[in-house]
């Protein structure tokens, strides 16, 4: 973790030209790096912003905050609840996204959580729920609506066209050589989800291990949804590098002291982060199923035993798909059925 180093003071490669005019979806936005994207996004005038978010308070909050920053109009930042511990609620704003937007431009997927407790949620540890599950059945749910909502669009006479994206937030903290996480995945990778919900799991691993699934179920996930010039959907995985948030909120007291230090040393501020998920909602196909970090191609940072497995990553995304077609029958298939 010492050795850590990264840019600060990253372009913002988003514009008004890009997002103007366009309707966003940032969950966890109400704090750290979801609300700054969602800040930029008002700022370069976006017509609309839905924050998801599990506390409506600290969401309203959110949108005071950004509606006073950016003196943009009340209407286009919108609260509205999302907590991934719950499917039905997944399923719920999916269906309000489907009756109420005209047109979803990018999803940023960036609510996560990382506990010392083992806490549960529909039956799994919370980050596997909430970083992992959740987190593609929303995509799953959202991509028909989107690409639905987007061939609307291009029929309309001089709409600006959809490209939909779907921005998974992840982390290198999964390809760290010092976190164990690779030998942590030796032991659980026939089977991440079980593994992970393990009794005998340490909690805080979960973290680490539920951004490297994201990482293997992104690559699989991407080749099933190619060409993209047939799908018209791009899907990607973004890392914003060490932020100053409150995510490490939970972190077991040992690594209190690692945090403080990267935080006061190498770590960016959640504004300078949050421009790396705005990277991903308007990174071209040539980003579809990779990483992207410090807003350029994060592809060299990917280690060959995650870039090259492809039976790993078809494995994981198998074991997540299975779960999703529990919980939602057909919901896969209905993804996949653009390619
Ligand atoms: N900060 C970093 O150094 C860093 C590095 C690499 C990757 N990341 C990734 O960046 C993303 C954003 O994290 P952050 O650093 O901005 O942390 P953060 O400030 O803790 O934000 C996390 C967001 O996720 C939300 N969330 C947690 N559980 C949820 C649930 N069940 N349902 C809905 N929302 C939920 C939180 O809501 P509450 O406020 O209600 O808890 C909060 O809005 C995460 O995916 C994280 O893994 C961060």
């Known amino acids: 973790m010492d050795t850590i ?9 988003a514009t008004p030209e890009t997002c103007a005019g366009r309707t966003y979806i940032v969950t966890g936005a109400n704090t750290g790096l979801g609300l700054e994207a969602a800040r930029h996004l008002a700022t370069l005038g976006a017509a609309k912003v839905i924050l998801g978010v599990r506390n409506l308070a600290s969401g309203e909050a959110a949108k005071r905050d950004i509606d006073n920053s950016t003196g943009t109009g009340a209407a286009v930042v919108e609260v509205w609840p999302l907590d991934l511990c719950s499917y039905d609620n997944v399923r719920a704003f999916v269906r309000r996204a489907a009756d109420e937007l005209d047109r979803i431009d990018a999803v940023i997927e960036n609510a996560a959580v990382a506990l010392s407790e083992r806490e549960l949620a ?24 989107m690409r639905e909502k987007a061939g609307k669009v291009a029929r309309g006479e001089g709409d600006l066209v959809v490209v939909p994206r779907i921005v998974v937030v992840g982390s290198r903290v999964a390809f760290d050589e010092s976190t164990g996480a690779r030998v942590d ?6 089977d991440p989800i079980k593994g992970l919900d393990d009794e005998g799991m340490v909690p805080f691993k979960t973290y680490a291990l539920t951004k490297l699934m994201e990482a293997f179920a992104i690559r699989h996930l991407a080749r099933e949804l190619v060409p993209v010039e047939k799908t018209g959907v791009i899907v990607n995985l973004i890392c914003p590098g060490v932020c100053v948030t409150s995510l490490m909120r939970n972190s077991p007291p040992e690594l209190k002291g ?19 998920l705005l990277h991903g909602a308007v990174a071209g196909p040539e980003s579809h199923g990779k990483l992207l970090h410090s807003c ?5 940072d990917v280690p060959d035993w995650v870039k090259d497995d492809t039976k790993m990553q078809a494995r994981t995304w198998e074991v997540i798909a299975n779960e999703l077609e529990l919980v939602e029958p057909g919901c896969v298939a209905k993804m996949l059925e653009c390619a």
């Not at 180093?5 to 490669?13: A, D, E, G, I, S």
């Not at 350029?296 to 060299?300: A, I, L, S």
């Open 5 to 13: 180093t990264q840019p600060r003071n990253l372009p913002l490669l």
């Open 122 to 145: 529909e039956g799994h540890v919370k980050p596997v729920t909430v970083n992992v599950l959740s987190t593609f059945l929303m995509a799953a749910l959202l991509l028909p609506v």
């Open 185 to 190: 995945w030796e032991g659980i990778k026939e």
């Open 258 to 276: 690692v945090v403080t230090h990267l935080y006061a040393t190498v770590a960016r501020t959640a504004e300078d982060g949050s421009r790396t």
């Open 296 to 300: 350029q191609d994060g592809e060299p």
